[in-house]
C-alpha cells in the first residue's frame, strides 16, 4: 500500500504541522486550525524587543553566546497565545448533544402528530422580527423607548426583547412569542386565506428573564391557534388537543390539571366601578401576579391605578371564586363570560375531559391581548410554573393595522414538561439505533463495502459504515453502542465467491449471503 494511501485511511499518520483550513459553511471563510499551546509563545513580543533581547546576549566582538555573528539570525515573527474560549453556551441557553436531541424530536414528533389528528396545518416564521411587532400591545404603540410612556405590561414585556439595530438602521427582535407573527402573516395573506384557518407552528422564543426551574431565556414553543371562529367549540378543541398530547406521553388528569376563567369576568366587575377601560390591560397584568407576589403588594399595585378600595375587596373577592356555580350567584347568568364559561364546560363533558378542567377566576394570563376565556395547564402539586396557557384574542389584528378575526390559541414550551417527565420518571430512554452496521476486513474491500451500504440504504435502511479498518473486538463494541440489529462483514474469502457474511446481533446467527439478496 503508499505512503499516501496509508495516510488516507489512517488519520495519525497525517499528522503535519502546516497550518489546515476549513471552510465556514455559512461564510465559507477560510479559517486556521487552532495552534497547539506548546507551539505558541507564552507572551507577545515586538520585533524591538527581540532585537534587545539579541543585542543583550551579544559579547566579544560581536559574537553571540551561541557562538554564531551579530545578526545571524532573523528576528521571530509575532506570536500571541491563543486564548481558549468558553466552551459553555450563553447563559440561559442549551445545547442539544445527541443524546438531547432525541429527546427534542421525541417531544417535537408528539405535538406534531397531535396538530395531524386534529386537522392542523404547520407554519413557521422568521425568528427575528420587527421590533414593533411586539411592542404593540391593546392598540398601543411605542413611540418613544427612552421614556416611560408605555403601560406596564408593554414595558415589562419590552426590557424582556432581545432587540437591536441593524445595519440598515431597523429595530429587530428575536421573537419572544409566536403569536404576533402569526397576525402578520394572517394580515399579509388577507382575504386570500379562507377562513377557519387551523395553524400549528413549533418554534424557538427568545426572553431575557429571570431563569428558574423549567423557564430559560430560549426555549422552543408549541403553538395552535384556530382564527375565523367566534364560538367557544373552538377553545374546547385546543383544551382537548393538549389533553390528547398528555395522554400520548402518559399524564393524567391526577398529574394535570387546566386553570380557566375568561378576561370578561374581571371586565364585568370593572365595569359595575366605573373603572376606564384603559386600565383593563394594567389591571390584568397585577391580578396575573396573584400567585406569585403578597396580597398585599397586590393591593398597593392595584390602588395605584386608581381603583377605590372598595373596587379593590369586590375585585379580590371575585378572583377568589372557584366555582362557576358561585360565579353566577353574584355576576348573574345574563352576562357573556358566564355564558361562555358554561358552554365550555358542557362542551368539556362531550370532549371527555371534564375532570381535567377546573374554574378558577383569579386566571387572567399576562399578555395584554386576550379577550375572553383565557386557561393554562398546571402541574397539580404545584412544584413547577405553568406548563402551558392560551385564550382566545379577537382584537389583536387590528393593534397592527388589520382587520379584526376572531382567534384563539395556545402556547405550549419545551422546558416544563421535561422537568414534569422527570418528575414523573416518565421521560423515556431514546437510545441511538441502527438497523446495519458494515463493516471490510481489508483495506482494498473498503469500496465494496460502501456498494454493501449504499444498497442497503436505497432499501430504507439505515446503516452504520465503517470507514476504515478496524479490529473486530471494535466493531463489536460499536455495533452495541450503536443497538445495531445486524452486522455485515466483508471479507476477501467470502466476497471471491459474491458473498458477504451476516450476523444478527440479537440471537448470535450468522450466515453468508450474496449481495443481491441481501434484504
Same mark, same amino acid.
Given at each position: 500500500?503508499?505512503?499516501?494511501?496509508?495516510?488516507l *485511511?489512517?488519520?495519525?499518520?497525517?499528522?503535519? &504541522?502546516?497550518p489546515l483550513?476549513l471552510?465556514?459553511?455559512?461564510?465559507?471563510?477560510?479559517?486556521k486550525f487552532?495552534?497547539?499551546?506548546q507551539?505558541?509563545?507564552?507572551k507577545? =513580543?515586538?520585533?524591538?524587543?527581540?532585537a534587545?533581547?539579541?543585542?543583550?546576549?551579544?559579547?566579544?566582538g560581536?559574537?553571540?553566546?551561541?557562538?554564531?555573528r551579530?545578526?545571524a539570525l532573523?528576528p521571530?515573527?509575532?506570536?500571541?497565545?491563543?486564548?481558549?474560549?468558553?466552551?459553555n453556551?450563553?447563559?440561559g441557553?442549551r445545547?442539544?448533544?445527541?443524546?438531547d436531541?432525541?429527546?427534542?424530536? $421525541?417531544l417535537?414528533?408528539?405535538?406534531?402528530?397531535?396538530?395531524r389528528?386534529f386537522?392542523?396545518?404547520?407554519v413557521?416564521?422568521?425568528?427575528?422580527e420587527?421590533?414593533?411587532l411586539f411592542?404593540r400591545k391593546?392598540?398601543e404603540?411605542?413611540?418613544?423607548?427612552t421614556k416611560?410612556s408605555?403601560t406596564?405590561?408593554?414595558?415589562?414585556?419590552?426590557?424582556q426583547?432581545?432587540c437591536?439595530e %441593524?445595519?440598515?438602521?431597523?429595530?429587530v427582535a428575536l421573537?419572544?412569542e409566536?403569536?404576533p407573527s402569526?397576525a402578520r402573516?394572517?394580515i399579509?395573506k388577507?382575504?386570500?386565506?379562507?377562513l377557519?384557518?387551523? $395553524?400549528f407552528?413549533?418554534?424557538?422564543c427568545?426572553?431575557?428573564?429571570?431563569?428558574t426551574?423549567?423557564?430559560?431565556?430560549e426555549?422552543y414553543?408549541w403553538?395552535m391557534?384556530?382564527?375565523?371562529l367566534?364560538?367557544?367549540?373552538?377553545?374546547?378543541e385546543?383544551?382537548?388537543?393538549i389533553?390528547a398530547?398528555?395522554?400520548?406521553?402518559?399524564?393524567?388528569?391526577?398529574d394535570v390539571g387546566?386553570?380557566v376563567?375568561?378576561? =370578561?369576568?374581571l371586565?364585568?366587575?370593572l365595569?359595575?366601578?366605573s373603572v376606564?377601560?384603559?386600565?383593563?390591560?394594567?389591571v390584568?397584568?397585577i391580578?396575573?401576579?396573584?400567585?406569585?407576589?403578597?396580597?398585599?403588594?397586590?393591593k398597593?399595585?392595584?390602588?395605584?391605578?386608581?381603583?377605590?378600595e372598595e373596587a379593590i375587596?369586590?375585585?379580590?373577592q371575585?378572583?377568589?371564586i372557584k366555582?362557576?356555580?358561585?360565579?353566577?350567584?353574584? *355576576?348573574g347568568?345574563?352576562?357573556?363570560?358566564?355564558?361562555d364559561?358554561?358552554?365550555?364546560f358542557s362542551l368539556?363533558e =362531550?370532549? @371527555?375531559?371534564?375532570?381535567?378542567?377546573q374554574f378558577?377566576a383569579?386566571?387572567?394570563?399576562?399578555l395584554?391581548?386576550?379577550?375572553?376565556?383565557?386557561?393554562e395547564g398546571?402541574?397539580r402539586k404545584g412544584?413547577l410554573r405553568a406548563?402551558?396557557?392560551? @385564550?382566545?384574542y %379577537?382584537?389583536?389584528?387590528?393593534?397592527?393595522g388589520g382587520d379584526d378575526?376572531p382567534?384563539c390559541g395556545?402556547?405550549?414550551g419545551?422546558?416544563v414538561?421535561?422537568?414534569l417527565l422527570?418528575?414523573?420518571?416518565? &421521560?423515556p430512554e431514546?437510545n441511538?439505533?441502527?438497523?446495519?452496521?458494515v463493516?471490510? &476486513?481489508d483495506y482494498d474491500?473498503?469500496g465494496v463495502?460502501?456498494?454493501?451500504?449504499t444498497?442497503?440504504?436505497?432499501?430504507g435502511q439505515?446503516? %452504520?459504515?465503517?470507514?476504515e479498518?478496524?479490529p *473486530?473486538?471494535?466493531?463489536?463494541k460499536r455495533?452495541?453502542?450503536?443497538?445495531?440489529?445486524?452486522?455485515v &462483514?466483508?471479507?476477501?474469502t467470502?466476497w471471491?465467491?459474491?458473498?458477504?457474511g451476516? =450476523?444478527?446481533?440479537?440471537?448470535?446467527?450468522?450466515y453468508e449471503i450474496?449481495?443481491d439478496?441481501l434484504?
Open positions: 500500500m503508499s505512503p499516501l494511501s496509508s495516510s *485511511l489512517n488519520p495519525r499518520l497525517s499528522f503535519s &504541522l502546516k483550513f471552510f465556514s459553511q455559512s461564510s465559507f471563510a477560510p479559517r487552532q495552534i497547539p499551546r507551539f505558541v509563545s507564552a507577545r =513580543k515586538t520585533f524591538s524587543a527581540l534587545s533581547e539579541q543585542s543583550s546576549a551579544t559579547d566579544n560581536g559574537r553571540s553566546g551561541g557562538g554564531g551579530s545578526g532573523s521571530s515573527p509575532v506570536v500571541e497565545e491563543v486564548q481558549r474560549i468558553d466552551v453556551p450563553p447563559k441557553t445545547d442539544f448533544p445527541p443524546e436531541m432525541r429527546l427534542r424530536t $421525541w417535537f414528533n408528539h405535538f406534531r402528530e397531535v396538530s389528528l386537522g392542523f396545518e404547520e413557521d416564521y422568521p425568528v427575528l420587527s421590533e414593533a411592542i391593546a392598540g404603540e411605542i413611540r418613544d423607548q416611560f408605555m406596564v405590561a408593554v414595558f415589562h414585556f419590552y426590557v426583547l432581545y437591536f %441593524d445595519r440598515g438602521n431597523r429595530r421573537r419572544p409566536l403569536t402569526l402573516l394572517v399579509q388577507g382575504k386570500s386565506l379562507s377557519p384557518l387551523k $395553524w407552528a413549533i418554534g424557538q427568545w426572553r431575557y428573564e429571570r431563569m426551574r423549567g423557564r430559560r431565556r426555549h414553543q403553538n391557534d384556530i382564527l375565523g367566534p364560538e367557544v367549540t373552538a377553545e374546547a385546543l383544551i382537548s388537543s389533553v398530547f398528555f395522554k400520548r406521553i402518559g399524564i393524567t388528569e391526577s387546566f386553570k376563567s375568561s378576561r =370578561k369576568v371586565q364585568e366587575v365595569r359595575c366601578y376606564p377601560e384603559n386600565l383593563f390591560a394594567k390584568c397584568i391580578i396575573d401576579k396573584i400567585e406569585k407576589i403578597p396580597i398585599d403588594e397586590i398597593r399595585e392595584l390602588n395605584a391605578t386608581g381603583l377605590s375587596e369586590e375585585l379580590l371575585v378572583l377568589s366555582s362557576l356555580t358561585k360565579l353566577e350567584e353574584i *355576576l347568568g345574563a352576562g357573556e363570560a358566564v355564558a364559561l358554561k358552554e365550555l368539556a =362531550k370532549f @371527555g375531559y371534564s375532570e381535567w378542567i378558577d383569579s386566571v387572567v394570563r399576562g395584554a391581548y386576550y379577550t375572553g376565556i383565557v386557561f398546571f402541574d412544584k406548563i402551558c396557557g392560551g @385564550g382566545r %379577537d382584537r389583536l389584528l387590528s393593534t397592527f378575526v382567534a395556545f402556547g405550549f419545551d422546558a414538561i421535561v422537568e422527570k418528575e414523573k420518571g416518565l &421521560l431514546l441511538l439505533e441502527v438497523d446495519n452496521i463493516c471490510a &476486513l474491500l473498503q463495502a460502501a456498494e454493501v451500504a444498497k442497503l440504504r436505497e432499501k439505515s446503516v %452504520d459504515l465503517v470507514l479498518i478496524k *473486530l473486538k471494535w466493531v463489536f455495533a452495541a453502542r450503536t443497538n445495531a440489529q445486524r452486522l &462483514l466483508v471479507g476477501n467470502e471471491q465467491q459474491g458473498m458477504v451476516v =450476523k444478527i446481533l440479537s440471537s448470535g446467527e450468522q450474496k449481495l439478496e434484504e
